[in-house]
T-cell receptor, first 121, second 114 residues
Framework: GAVVSQHPSWVICKSGTSVKIECRSL??????MFWYRQFPKQSLMLMAT?????????EQGVEKDKFLINHASLTLSTLTVTSAHPEDSSFYIC?????????????????FGEGSRLTVL | AQSVTQPDIHITVSEGASLELRCNYS??????LFWYVQSPGQGLQLLLK??????LVQGIKGFEAEFKRSQSSFNLRKPSVHWSDAAEYFC????????????FGKGTRLHILP
């Protein structure tokens, strides 16, 4: 089946530094990728929709200057947490949908990465 | 806007017992519905999905779910749970556009008693 890989799977950084998380679709091309954030024992909250070759669409309340998203190719999207602070510590998960899309005009299956756990000291 | 409600935060069942996890959705048109499972510290795995057609959907690992439009529900069931089924289960809804978003419920944590 389709595979989405995230890297790194966990990262610890100092407050004030920036951290980049990569999301790769390994065996399909993804025109759209989604970034989610999950707090402990909470659900996944959609942060932004990343479209290849265009600017990401951010959900209300998500700071686009804080969470920089780049979708430079059909197989890679990156999330950069800039000037990270302890409150940014969380589990970040990406998902990707193939360019083929599944059922035409409808929601294709999303494939999720295994997540990246960020801890900011 | 679409939304998903999972009324039960925790569910505990004995190994071998049957299971039903509840999910209610709010959406004006025909919803696209999903159930995902997440093991601790892991990403999400799709159990099953409903787009159209037969309202009883079979998934992986012996799970099934039934779409009931009249009740706006998409409950997940399994006739006999195994200890390995202990995990967090998320119901989700999408609105069918190619650039749509999938909205997740808050999740139900399943505990299995030996």
């Amino acid at each position: 089946g389709a595979v989405v890989s995230q890297h790194p799977s966990w990262v610890i950084c100092k407050s004030g530094t920036s951290v980049k998380i990569e999301c790769r679709s390994l065996d399909f091309q993804a025109t759209t990728m989604f970034w989610y954030r999950q707090f402990p024992k909470q659900s996944l909250m959609l942060m932004a929709t990343s479209n290849e070759g265009s600017k990401a669409t951010y959900e209300q309340g998500v700071e686009k200057d804080k969470f920089l998203i780049n979708h430079a190719s059909l197989t890679l999207s990156t999330l950069t947490v800039t000037s990270a602070h302890p409150e940014d510590s969380s589990f970040y998960i990406c998902s990707a949908r193939s360019a083929g899309g599944g059922i035409a005009g409808s929601t294709g299956e999303l494939f999720f990465g295994e997540g990246s756990r960020l801890t900011v000291l | 806007a679409q939304s998903v409600t999972q009324p039960d935060i925790h569910i505990t069942v004995s190994e071998g017992a049957s299971l039903e996890l509840r999910c209610n959705y709010s959406y004006g048109a025909t919803p696209y519905l999903f159930w995902y499972v997440q093991s601790p510290g892991q990403g999400l795995q799709l159990l099953l999905k409903y787009f159209s057609g037969d309202t009883l959907v079979q998934g992986i690992k012996g799970f099934e779910a039934e779409f009931k439009r009249s009740q706006s529900s998409f409950n997940l069931r399994k006739p006999s749970v195994h200890w390995s089924d202990a995990a967090e289960y998320f119901c989700a809804v999408g609105d069918g556009n190619r650039d749509d978003k999938i909205i997740f419920g808050k999740g139900t944590r399943l505990h299995i008693l030996p």
